[in-house]
């Protein structure tokens, strides 16, 4: 079966280079005569392996030194209460940004353990909120926002202005898709994926300052940044072979060019599927140009029928996983970096001719 183009929002596409060097090592790595899924996470081996793809992704992202960056477990939800367990403390307060399902996710659960209100709550997920639009509370501990809205296919098109209060971002659908400025952010969290590697490993960035806010009582070891920092992300085991696997997607991404590389790449896939869907009598995309994403196009006929047609005829032509999610229905095109730009001509072409 030859590969297809697989739109899956996540777990999603990999870098094919990255699967056959994964294949051709999985038996033995570098010579150890053993898989790196085998290996002690405290031995030599591992260890080198493990700081050496820290240092990847700080050159990758762009990571300041005044930040840590942590190899988790628990995927991005379970950060939707290590973020308020670990930063809450500051004052008792959080804003949040409620764009999508995810970012509800994120409002409703930080809601268990303090006072955090909703700072925009943009009704039908269409478009992200402008500056203006914001309604911040100087006090609060951390102003939370999902820079890309997986389900809904919206973007943040700019870097919220909090005035001091500290960013936490939830970037699982975007991270590494396009150059980030680091350094305006408190936290930045990301499963693994989209964009990084297989599921099972989340990282975390993490500003330094913040861990000295106490963690609220009863967080446990596991989720306190500061003690995940202190012991180098192995208080227990950490995802071994999704560390190893993201750093073969980290070298992939250098030898195509980086994330600025990522960001034209991405941007080119994303313009022509919106260029079809414009073009098309057939369908529409319901978000605002300038909120668009890039990683995740949604669109619709308006009819399930026929939206289930189109999805049958693009599986007959080698593009599977197209189904929306639940709660937007239709159509929805995830294109992270691993999706190669012939996966979106493709794309863009059947919805040409679809009639
Ligand atoms: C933006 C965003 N946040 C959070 C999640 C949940 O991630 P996880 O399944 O890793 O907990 C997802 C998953 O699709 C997502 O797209």
New binding site residues.
């Given amino acids: 079966m030859p590969r297809v183009f697989n739109f899956s ?2 777990p999603a596409m990999m870098p094919e280079p990255v699967l056959l060097r994964a294949a051709a090592e999985i038996a033995d790595f570098g010579g150890t005569g053993m898989s790196v899924m085998e290996m002690s996470h405290r031995s030599k081996e591992y260890v080198a392996l493990f700081e050496g793809v820290e240092t990847k992704f700080r050159t990758a992202m762009g990571v300041p030194g005044n930040y840590k960056v942590l190899f988790l477990q628990g ?4 950060q939707f209460s290590a973020v308020p367990m670990n930063l809450l403390a500051r004052t008792g307060k959080a804003d949040y940004a409620v764009t999508g399902f ?1 970012a509800q996710k994120a409002f409703k659960c930080a809601r268990m353990y303090g006072n955090v209100r909703a700072a925009a709550d943009t009704g039908d997920y269409t478009a992200i909120p402008g500056q203006e639009d914001l309604d911040l509370d100087p006090g609060a501990s951390y102003f939370h926002f ?1 820079h ?3 389900v809904y296919g919206t973007r943040w098109p700019y870097l919220p202005e909090t005035g001091g209060v500290p960013l936490a971002c ?1 970037m ?2 975007s991270i590494l898709s396009e150059p980030i400025d680091v350094s305006k952010f408190g936290v930045i969290y990301a ?1 693994a ?2 964009n990084m590697g297989p ?1 099972g490993l ?1 990282v975390v960035v993490v500003r330094d300052d913040l861990l000295e806010i106490p963690p609220l009582p009863g967080t446990p070891d596991l989720l306190t940044y500061k003690s995940q920092a202190e012991n180098g992300s192995m208080i227990n085991t950490p995802a071994t072979y999704g560390v190893y696997l993201l750093g073969l997607v980290l070298d992939w991404l250098e030898e195509e060019g980086g994330v600025v590389a990522m960001e034209k790449h991405n941007r080119e896939k994303a313009s022509l599927i919106y260029d079809s869907v414009e073009r098309s009598p057939v369908f529409a995309c319901k978000v605002e140009p300038r909120s668009r994403s890039m990683m995740n196009v949604v669109f619709s006929s308006g009819s399930d029928e026929t939206d289930a047609r189109f999805l049958k005829e693009a599986a007959a032509r080698g593009m599977v996983t197209l189904k929306a999610h639940r709660a937007t229905g239709g159509i929805r095109a995830s294109m992270y970096n691993a999706m190669p730009l012939e996966g979106a001509e493709r794309l863009a072409g059947l919805i040409d001719v679809f009639k």
Avoid: M, P
């Avoid at 995927?75 to 379970?78: E, K, S």
């Fill in positions: 929002a996540g995927g991005a939800t379970l995810f999902c890309n809205n997986t939830d699982s659908s499963g994926q989209k599921a989340t």
